[in-house]
Structures are given as structure tokens and as C-alpha cells.
């Protein structure tokens, strides 16, 4: 298991406020949890974070960092609370806070009985996450799976527009997909996908055509690229001829683009995708809290 590497100044910090424990007495156990933002946490094995940053978040930042560097990949379970306390030297419960937040930012999935684990898009109730066109009646469930058709697949230098999304180059490497995406036989969704091409490199036509899971899940499985969240910008258009053909309506109709730029960790770009939507069925749907 490799293991981060903590900052020289951060370390300094720690041991400075380890001498000063030494001198002060140790919490009751009955003293209430402190949410980091103030003074250190009860536990005499806990070092204080940095004035800058609430200790949970420097922990979080540091599982991130792990995540990021593939030392837990999707779909595997993460050491315990117990250990990783060990491990960065604070008291469970910042390590819980630290996985909280995690967990509802979709990063992490906590399984009662079982433990904590990376979150993955073959999950099924994942699938969705980025989804959010419903029919008007049913649920995504009840339609099923989406049939895939990939329309074409090929490499090109990064216009400058692109390339200004992604955080690339203008002709920097670029690999374009056009996919139309069908519910129960009736198209619903044109999407144009921009990816980096050195992430995704060896992608191909043959592996989307074959592959019947999730795009994301595929990303994660052969090119170690996880999508954990995305900006979506959202207008009404008018359908072209083509697109009219693609989705099977009269020209002009009135469809729903959404334009979708998608981040890994440490918030790399590493998607830009444009889809046309069908709404003579189907309403976009996003909960907001």
C-alpha cells in the first residue's frame, strides 16, 4: 500500500501542538464532539490542523489525494475508520466526518455491516447519477436500459473552443464520439461527446459498440478515468434536418440541449459532452437542496 506524503509544514504544525498536549489536560469523556473549525478534538493522539483549514477537511483532502492516485479504486472497499485514524493520527470521529462528506458528495458508498467503499458508475443506482431526462410516466427503471447507437467515433485536433473547455491546447489530441441513445425502440437523446485524447487513448468505435454497460463505468474499468461531478448549461433549440432524422421527429421541433462539462479528481475536465433531448416524453428533472 503506498502512503501520502505529508507536507513538511503541516508536519511541523502537528508536532508543535503535540508538545503543546502534553502540557494540557485530557478532555472528559463526556466532552461533546468539536466540529474542527475551532480547537483540536478530544484524544490525546489527535493533532490539530492547521489555522488555515479544519482538520476533517485536511484528512479529506488527503483520502482524496489516495483516490486520485488509484491506491483505492472504484468499487473497492477503504480501510476502516479505525485505520485510517492510525494512519493520519486524528480520532475517528474527524475520520467520520471526513468520509461523510465524501459520501454525499458520491465519492464514497457506505454498506451497513460491511464497510466503506469507493463509489463506481456500474452501480446501478450510480447510472443515473448524471441522467437527468425521466419519462412522463414510469421512472428510468421501468424504460430500461438505453440502447446505444454509436454513430461515429474519431480522433482530431482540439478546436479552440473545445480545447478551452477541456484545459487543453488548441490541436491538442481530441477524440469525438456521436452517439444517439434509445428507450424502448424510441430515440430519445443525440449526444456529441469531446474527450482528451491521452487519457483515452486505444478508445474506439469497436469498444463503445461492444461494451453494454454505462460510458462512465467504462471510462473507470479501462482508463482509470472516474467522472465525480459536472456543470450542466441548459437552453430550448429547434431540430435541424439531421438531427430530426437521428431522433426520428418533424424538423423544427422543440428539443432540450444540455451541455455538460464532466470533472475527475482535483476537478480535471476531462469531458465536454452536447445532448439534444426529446421532451414529447420525457421532462428534465433535478432536485435541488
Known sequence: MSYIRYDSTFVRRLRTHSNTMATTPPSTPDAPANDGRTAPEVGASEHSAPAFSPLYQQIKTLILRSLQASEWKPGDMIPSEFDLAARFK?????????????????????????????????????????????????????????????????RLRAPAEVARQLALRTGDPLLQVKRVLTFAQVPAILEEIWLPGVPFKGLTLETLAD???PMYALFEAQFGVRMVRAVEKIKAVAADSETATLLGVPEGSPLLSVERLAF?????????????????????RNELS
Open 211 to 213: 461494451d453494454k454497460g
Open 264 to 284: 475527475t479528481y482535483n476537478d480535471t475536465p476531462m469531458e465536454l459532452r452536447r445532448g439534444l433531448y426529446r421532451t414529447d416524453t420525457r421532462h428534465y
Open 90 to 154: 486524528v480520532s475517528q470521529g474527524t475520520v467520520r466526518k471526513a468520509i461523510d462528506e465524501l459520501a454525499t458528495d458520491n465519492l464514497l458508498v457506505r454498506r451497513q455491516g460491511k464497510g466503506t467503499f469507493v463509489a463506481t458508475h456500474s452501480e446501478q443506482h450510480i447510472q443515473y447519477r448524471f441522467l437527468r431526462l425521466l419519462p412522463d410516466t414510469g421512472s428510468l427503471e421501468d424504460q430500461g436500459t438505453a440502447e446505444r447507437r454509436i454513430i461515429e467515433c474519431r
